[in-house]
Each structure stands twice: as C-alpha cells, then as structure tokens.
C-alpha cells in the first residue's frame, strides 16, 4: 500500500481528480435535474447531450496534437474553461435557453481532455498497482463529489449561485497547476484524426467495441438523478440522498480494488451481477424509498464497477501494441459517437412516450453491462 502513495506522479494524479470532480459535481451529478428546473423537457434535455458528445467524438482526437504541441496541462486548462463557461450559463446566466448554442458548444468543448486519465495512467501506473490505484483514484473522486454535492445543493437552495460559481472556477483552474506537475508531451503523430478514424472504422480491437458499449452506463449515470428528482418532486430531499449515497462508497472501492489486482475476472463477475440487479430495480419499481435506497446502492457500485471495469481496459490499453495515447483517444471518439447515436434516438422515442423514457435507457445499460463483461472475458484469454 506504501507504494500506491510514495510515488509522486500517483498523488498528483489523485489531487488532480479529487479538485476536477469537485469542480465538475454540477455537470455529472446535478447536470440533467438543473436543466430541467431550468425549464427543459426530458426530450431536449436528450437532444443536448446527444449533441455535445457528438462534439466531443470530434474534438478527442486534438487531444494528442495539441498535447503534443503544448502539454497534457494545457490541455487540460483548454477544456476547464469550457467548463467554467458551462457553469456561467447554468448558475449565473439568467436566460439558458436564448444562449443554448454556447451551451451546447461549452458542454462539447471540454471534452478536450477526455483521453487525459487513461494516457496519464498508462504511462505512470505499474500493471500490479492498477487495481488498488484505481480504488484510491475513485475515492478521490468520491470525496470530491461529496464537498461539491454539498456546496452545490447550498448555493441553489441558497440562491447563492454566484459564489458557488466562483468556487467552481477556483477548482477548475486549481486542477491545471496541479497536473503540471507530471505534465509531459506525447510523442508526436501525424495526422492524428485520420489514423484515430481509420483505427475506429477499421481496426478488430474489443477495446473501441467495449467502449462504445460504456455509452449506455453513462446515460444512466446522467439521468437516474433526473428520475429520482423526478419522483420526489424536491430539490432538497434530492441532494440529501445525493450526498449521502455517495459517503458510503468509501469502504467498498477500497475492496474491490484489492480484489481486482488478486483476480480481475471473479472481480468484473461479481460487479456486473451487482449492476445489473440495481438497474433492474430502478425498471421495476415506482416506489419513492425503494428508488431512493436503491440510488444509494448503485451510487456505491458505481465507482466500484468503474474501478474494475477501467482496471480491465487500462490493462488492453497496456498490453496492446498500439500506440496508448491514439488508443485512449479511439476509446473515447468510440463512446462519443455511440452516445450521439443512442441520444438520437432517445430523443426521438420521448418526444412520444416522455417520462417512460427512463425504462428504455434502463433496459440498454442492463444489456450492455453483460455485453462488457462478457467481451472483457474473452479479450483476457487471448
């Protein structure tokens, strides 16, 4: 355990996601329910983020040449002030709708450093510490979406909003000096966007197929905060349950990490039999303390199952003789071109049945939860 904490380039790259989620806990956390206190229907809501994932599909690729040019940092401060730009308009910006190109624009944007996390871990985190890195990466994660849910429930419920906004900036910049201190270049690659294209379209790797398949747990991610405040019909009664579900993620990533290095494949079993019983639960039942309870369970194992699941693919990233950072940026063009694709249609299909949307993208995070694990299993034979 020493290890994982003597190593600089590890507790920098544990500060530096402690201080993004903090600051980022609004978009990821609060995201879809403050666009819909601010007047958005469920459909438009879908038709956004299909848009800004599409946007970000196309921007991946610049991460390695403008990395290369200017260092993964600066990459980094890039896409935090499209983010600060995002929370201006969600906080202070009094009138979202008349500015919802910028917003759409800023959401995309700062997907710039999306590939950041996997080309930093693939080059400082040993292959025997991947497991128990990841653990303590996630809780790191966790503590900030803790403070950040925190604050953030305080400054809407306050009307505070300006101060909250001011906080958020503090982080997002903070999150910058931090990274310089392990900044490096990737070696540099010509035509960039062509090869990560053409690996997309053409290449036989599970990894882009895995990552696409990642698109409809993020969905779910985004929107059972929706679902949820959608049921208690309470913007406070929302963030408390918010706040406490993610305190008790602690105890359990710290497990699940230990056990993925031990064995990976038991590890990625057991996390998806997990998963898929708490979606399960939120597709059959309507009850406001069932939903609840349950939001705090699958608040728990989701950090856990991203601890294993990730371990897993960082490990393909590993030991693949692709280049890693062209690898990390085809992952997450692959999962940025599924999420438009699958937004799309859900916007179209809730335009008719509204709210029962939500059991559509239940049922395609089920599918593709047994799909990944079932995929991961076969790509560690070979």
Same mark, same amino acid.
């Given at each position: 355990?020493?290890?994982?904490?003597?190593?600089?380039?590890?507790? #920098?790259?544990?500060?530096?996601?402690?201080? +993004?989620?903090?600051?980022?806990?609004?978009?990821?956390?609060?995201?879809? &329910?403050?666009? #819909?206190?601010?007047?958005?229907?469920?459909?438009?809501?879908?038709?956004?983020?299909?848009?800004?994932?599409?946007?970000?599909? @196309?921007?991946?690729?610049?991460?390695?040449?403008?990395?290369?040019?200017?260092?993964?940092?600066?990459?980094?401060?890039? /896409?935090?002030?499209?983010?600060?730009? #995002?929370?201006?308009?969600?906080?202070?910006?009094?009138?979202?709708?008349?500015?919802?190109?910028?917003?759409?624009?800023?959401?995309?944007?700062?997907?710039?450093?999306?590939?950041? /996390?996997?080309?930093?871990?693939?080059?400082? *985190?040993?292959?025997?510490?991947?497991?128990?890195?990841?653990?303590? +990466?996630?809780?790191?994660?966790?503590?900030?979406?803790?403070?950040?849910?925190?604050? &953030?429930?305080?400054?809407?419920?306050?009307?505070?909003?300006?101060?909250?906004?001011?906080?958020?900036? @503090?982080?997002?910049?903070?999150?910058?000096?931090?990274?310089?201190?392990?900044?490096?270049?990737?070696? !540099?690659?010509? $035509? &960039?966007?062509?090869?990560?294209? $053409?690996?997309?379209?053409?290449?036989?790797?599970?990894?882009?197929? =895995?990552?696409?398949? $990642?698109?409809?747990?993020?969905?779910?991610?985004?929107?059972?905060?929706?679902?949820?405040?959608l049921l208690l019909k309470d913007f406070k009664a929302f963030s408390i349950i918010t706040? *406490?579900?993610?305190?008790?993620?602690?105890?359990? =990533?710290?497990?699940?990490?230990?056990?993925?290095? !031990?064995?990976?494949?038991?590890?990625?079993?057991?996390?998806?039999?997990?998963?898929?019983?708490?979606?399960?639960? #939120?597709?059959?039942?309507?009850?406001?303390?069932?939903?609840?309870?349950?939001?705090? *369970?699958?608040?728990?194992?989701?950090?856990?199952?991203?601890?294993?699941?990730?371990?897993?693919?960082? %490990?393909?990233?590993?030991?693949?003789?692709?280049?890693?950072?062209?690898?990390?940026?085809?992952?997450?063009? /692959?999962?940025?071109?599924?999420?438009?694709?699958?937004?799309?249609?859900?916007?179209?299909?809730?335009?008719?049945?509204?709210? %029962?949307? @939500?059991?559509?993208?239940?049922?395609?995070?089920?599918?593709?939860?047994?799909?990944?694990?079932?995929?991961?299993?076969?790509? %560690?034979?070979?």
């Amino acid at each position: 355990m020493k290890n994982l904490f003597n190593k600089k380039e590890y507790k #920098y790259m544990y500060l530096s996601i402690f201080l +993004y989620n903090f600051a980022n806990a609004l978009s990821e956390i609060f995201g879809t &329910v403050m666009l #819909y206190k601010n007047g958005l229907p469920i459909y438009l809501i879908l038709l956004i983020y299909g848009i800004r994932f599409l946007i970000m599909g @196309f921007i991946t690729p610049l991460f390695v040449t403008i990395s290369n040019k200017i260092g993964i940092a600066k990459c980094i401060l890039l /896409s935090n002030i499209f983010n600060i730009i #995002y929370t201006y308009l969600i906080l202070v910006n009094k009138n979202l709708l008349a500015n919802i190109i910028i917003f759409i624009i800023a959401m995309g944007l700062n997907g710039l450093s999306n590939p950041s /996390s996997d080309a930093l871990s693939s080059k400082y *985190v040993l292959t025997e510490h991947r497991g128990r890195f990841n653990s303590l +990466y996630n809780i790191s994660k966790i503590l900030g979406d803790v403070l950040a849910s925190s604050f &953030v429930a305080w400054g809407v419920i306050s009307h505070n909003t300006s101060i909250l906004f001011l906080i958020i900036t @503090f982080f997002f910049l903070l999150q910058y000096f931090v990274i310089l201190k392990i900044d490096y270049k990737p070696n !540099k690659k010509s $035509k &960039v966007f062509k090869a990560s294209i $053409k690996y997309l379209l053409h290449s036989k790797s599970k990894y882009k197929i =895995i990552y696409a398949l $990642k698109t409809n747990h993020i969905i779910e991610r985004h929107f059972v905060p929706l679902y949820l405040y959608l049921l208690l019909k309470d913007f406070k009664a929302f963030s408390i349950i918010t706040i *406490v579900s993610l305190l008790f993620q602690f105890t359990t =990533i710290i497990l699940i990490g230990k056990y993925t290095d !031990k064995n990976i494949t038991k590890s990625n079993n057991l996390v998806t039999l997990i998963k898929t019983t708490i979606t399960l639960i #939120y597709l059959f039942f309507k009850n406001k303390f069932v939903i609840s309870i349950n939001k705090t *369970v699958s608040d728990n194992v989701s950090k856990v199952y991203e601890t294993s699941i990730q371990t897993s693919i960082q %490990n393909i990233i590993k030991e693949s003789k692709e280049d890693n950072d062209l690898l990390s940026s085809v992952g997450q063009m /692959s999962l940025c071109f599924t999420e438009f694709f699958i937004f799309l249609i859900l916007f179209i299909i809730a335009k008719f049945i509204g709210k %029962n949307i @939500f059991y559509l993208i239940f049922i395609l995070s089920i599918i593709s939860t047994i799909t990944i694990n079932f995929m991961i299993q076969k790509e %560690n034979k070979y």
